[in-house]
């Protein structure tokens, strides 16, 4: 099976930045899309940002033009970004992968999430 780990959540200011990092590890034969989810207190949760294998990127209007995701296919890895934060984007933040197996095996994985405090 394939696990997800992120880190580099936590609490900024207004107008600050954080960087999340999600890495991948497992049964890994291919990393296809990857991405960034994300579901605030009572609210659906969101596509933030996603990479596919070919290095194309896609992202919700809301962060555009403030977040960036990044991806390491070397090391199984990928970042968000995110500068000039908003109170809106307080959430727990996910990260996402879909994954061929080494079994050859389609797989879907998520996180289990860390937390982004936007306030004064």
């Known amino acids: 099976q394939v696990q997800l780990v992120e880190s580099g959540g936590g609490s900024v200011q207004p107008g600050g930045s954080l960087r999340l990092s999600c890495a991948a590890s497992?049964?890994?034969?291919?990393?296809?899309?990857m991405g960034w989810y994300r579901q605030a207190p009572g609210k659906e949760r969101e596509l933030v940002a996603v990479?596919?294998?070919?290095?194309?990127?896609n992202y919700a209007d809301s962060v555009r033009g403030r977040f960036t995701i990044a991806r390491d296919n070397a090391k199984n890895t990928v970042d968000l970004q995110m500068n000039s934060l908003k109170p809106d984007d307080t959430a727990v933040y996910y990260c996402?992968?879909?994954?061929?197996?080494?079994?050859?095996?389609?797989?879907?994985?998520w996180g289990q999430g860390t937390l982004v405090t936007v306030s004064s």
């Open positions: 996402h992968a879909d994954i061929l197996t080494t079994g050859l095996r389609r797989l879907e994985v």
């Open positions: 497992g049964n890994i034969f291919r990393l296809n899309a």
């Open positions: 990479s596919t294998s070919g290095s194309s990127s």
